[in-house]
């Protein structure tokens, strides 16, 4: 098999990876009628998982760091296949937790050894383009993963779905043991090296701005689809297509947040985008009983919600460039401890005030994300004058 086989093979577990976290968003009102459950209890199936993403993934792979990479993949999408079949064949909501630990822990160590595996298998000069087509799988489950999710939970039982992923992943198994060699582990990073980071203030900031950005959009991801139903009046086939609508528009919106960062700047472009999506937001509120209106508000929202996901990650990279793989680690915990506060946060404004109310607590959440790139901006500009103003005393 060729490097870009292989690589498209990783591309597809990254997919399934990405459709088993996020497609309980897309049935969440199926779930909570099955298991006899509120939507708020429901809705924590998505903290659970974020949590035990967000945690057990570097723990995991601190603990087999000198394990070889392939070995490593084959026992964690071991372990999600299955996760997805317990999903399937168990019932109550009580074994339903317990299978979403297992797949969130599942799910992060595959997509790590993954990314490891994909710079390895990759032609020289490639390794980027590679770490691009595996991380557009977790793309391509918003956009197809979450509305074909409910597409199916329509015709058959919503627990056809995690038996689908549970098939394909072990398909994806026997291809990987057969097609991917053997690879030597890498240097272990223990964890105290990679929180020691945290104690640098830009670097806080700087992850501050993907916790309130993902937060945001968690509180009203986590429950788009009872919003859609019960406040706008959606039928299940019109969800079905804004949600597909919502996902192609994520993509956009990525591709148009790598472009402003060349046009425009990391700073301009996350400030612009996170902006927008407050705006949205709101405007979401407003229109929520207008459907016509609302799919091209929400397609705006999803394109201005993904558009700071380019510039952050360069944002985040320049903030610690000799520890960028650590860095990037941290941030992809932090997206999961976001979805999981969102959720939960979401959940409560459910609770508490009303389903409606999670289009204005989710703005709320993202312009503390505003708030923190200008707090960022102001922080790297004066860095920078402390390091220019003590190279000119150096050179003097």
Known sequence: MSSTLKIYTLAVLSFLVGTSEYIIAGILDKIAESTGVTLVTAGQLITIFSLSYAFGTPIVMALTARMERRKLLLYALTLFVISNVLAYMLTGYELLIASRILMGISAGVTVV???????????????????????????????LGVPIGRVISSAYEWKAIFGGIGLVGLLALFIIAITIPRMAAEAPVPLRSQLALLKQPKMLIGLSVSFFWIVGYSIFYSYISPFLLTVTGMSDKTLSITLFAVGIASLIGSKFGGFGTDKWGIHRTLIGGLSLNVAALLLIMLFAQSPVILISVLVIWSCSTWSPGPPQQLHLIRLAPESSGIMLSLNNSTIQLAMAAGAGIGGAAVEQISLSSVTWVAAVGTAFAVGAVFLSRRYDRSTSSQALGGQSIINS
């Open 113 to 143: 050894a993954s990314l490891t595996i994909a710079t390895k298998v990759a032609l020289p000069g490639k390794e980027g383009s590679a770490i691009a087509a595996v991380l557009m799988g977790f793309t391509a489950s918003l956009i």
